[in-house]
Nanobody, 114 residues
Framework: QVQLVESGGGLVQPGGSLRLSCTVT????????MAWYRQVPGKQREVVAR???????YYADSVRGRASISRDNAKSVVDLRMGNLKFEDSAVYYC????????WGQGTQVTVSS
């Protein structure tokens, strides 16, 4: 059984940066592919970044060059760092384990506003 707890959301000014963390409770975290998604009201949840068990990274076009996903297998944590934040980055961000059919965290709100 996998459990996810996100932290790090909040209010950020345009151009600012944030770090979201996802703490994972799992028997063997290192074999779990992880991802961050985000969702705004009225729209489908979309992937922001993924990281494989081997550490390969994937980024959505909208955040490529501004985002960095990382995992610490010793601490069972996945981080998402984003910079040069834009208004359109405002969303609820969700940590995900094992793909869309897997496990989701409760979500953390990120609001980009001046």
């Amino acid at each position: 059984q996998v459990q996810l707890v996100e932290s790090g959301g909040g209010l950020v000014q345009p151009g600012g940066s944030l770090r979201l963390s996802c703490t994972v409770t799992a028997k063997t975290f290192s074999i779990i592919p992880m991802a961050w998604y985000r969702q705004v009201p009225g729209k489908q949840r979309e992937v922001v970044a993924r990281i494989t068990t081997q550490g390969a990274e994937y980024y959505a076009d909208s955040v490529r060059g501004r985002a960095s996903i990382s995992r610490d297998n010793a601490k069972s944590v996945v981080d998402l760092r984003m910079g040069n934040l834009k208004f359109e980055d405002s969303a609820v961000y969700y940590c995900n384990a094992n793909g869309p059919g897997g496990t989701w965290g409760q979500g953390t709100q990120v609001t980009v506003s001046s």
